[in-house]
């Protein structure tokens, strides 16, 4: 058992991986028995062959270092924090008894993949230099939108509205209603 001992490294982008590794092998030196990276297909290749990497399509991505020290083992996992919040969803909602509810593993795929498009997101605007981001903060200064708070009928207000007998499938209705107008 190599994970009894366990740390767990989080980091705002993808890209931050390699100055983790680097550490962690400055560090461990030696001790390192096995290092690898968990990715889905479809990912970004952020890792060049610099690290084993194991292909999924489970939705699941991380960095595991197994650190070895007179005969006691450690597991290091290096994640980004959306990819954190995908891991504790899966485990409190899926894994490991309800791996092959239909409902979840569908929902679980959708989880991951919204995980991966915000960690591209965030490589993204971190990749930005800040000439660009003035740019862009001029398009957006151009662009008005709609103030959804200036609506005068909020959720609040149906919630108001109906009592604790009210059938589910009639606020349902008003709050579709709403979301649409």
């Not at 270092?65 to 891991?87: D, F, M, P, W």
Request: net charge neutral; aromatic share 12%.
């Amino acid at each position: 058992i190599t994970d009894l001992i366990g740390i767990r490294i989080l980091t705002l982008k993808r890209e931050d991986w390699e100055t983790v590794d680097l550490h962690i092998r400055k560090v461990f030196k030696d001790n390192i028995i096995e290092s690898k990276a968990y990715v889905c297909y479809g990912d970004r290749d952020v890792y060049f062959g610099k690290i084993k990497t194991e292909y999924t399509n489970k939705g699941y991505r991380s960095q595991h270092y197994i650190i070895q020290y007179k005969n006691i083992s450690c597991e290091v996992q290096v994640r980004t924090l959306a990819e954190e919040v995908y891991g504790e969803f899966d485990h409190q909602m899926r894994y490991p008894y309800r791996a092959n509810n239909k409902f979840l593993v569908r929902y679980n795929h959708i989880v991951s993949k919204a995980v991966s498009e915000l960690d591209d997101l965030i490589s993204t605007c971190c990749k930005l230099p800040d000439e660009e981001l003035d740019r862009l903060d001029k398009v957006c200064n151009e662009v008005t939108y709609k103030d959804w708070k200036a609506d005068s009928t909020t959720i609040e207000d149906i919630d108001r509205k109906y009592s604790k007998e009210t059938e589910a499938s009639e606020v349902l209705k008003s709050r579709i209603y709403i979301r649409k107008g």
